[in-house]
């Protein structure tokens, strides 16, 4: 019985070094991602921490080459999760939605990226709301990186 609850500690001290390993090395990237979504420091925070304190996140870190991927994936989804917003497949635009995030200098790529990773829309949405093609909304999001990997 000791041996089994030893084994069960000694497993939870791991578990908890793999965390804080992943913390330390992907951390102010998440926070990055979860302040984007939620511009609230503390409730970013809180997320943050849920983050690294999920089962999920150990899932992330099995697979080497893909770990800082899918903790932004994890990281977004959590954001959008804590933000209480309606599934990406049922949300709608409006005017208000479109006109009070954005600064008049965005640019299109800035405004359809933003509506997509960080308010959450589903692509059909903006293109519906910014009278684009889904085709278009996909190349503006392609450019957005695109412009972004070249900065």
Do not use: W
Request: aromatic share 8%; proline share 3%; charged share 20%.
């Amino acid at each position: 019985m000791k041996q089994a609850e030893k084994r069960q500690t000694s497993q939870e001290v791991i578990r908890h070094a793999d965390q804080l390993t992943l913390y330390d090395r992907y951390g102010s990237m998440a926070y990055g991602v979860i302040l984007r979504i939620i511009p609230e420091p503390e409730r970013a925070q809180a997320v943050l921490i849920d983050l690294f304190s999920s089962p999920q996140l150990l899932a992330c870190a099995e697979i080497p080459t893909h770990t800082a991927g899918e903790i932004i994936r994890l990281a977004r989804a959590k954001a959008l999760a804590a933000k209480c917003v309606a599934p990406v497949s049922s949300l709608t635009l409006s005017d208000s939605d479109v006109n009070g995030h954005f600064d008049t200098n965005d640019n299109v790529e800035n405004i359809v990226f933003d509506l997509s990773f960080c308010q959450g829309y589903s692509l059909e949405a903006i293109a519906e709301k910014l009278q684009l093609s889904r085709t278009n909304v996909l190349k503006s999001i392609y450019t957005y990186f695109k412009h972004l990997r070249s900065s």
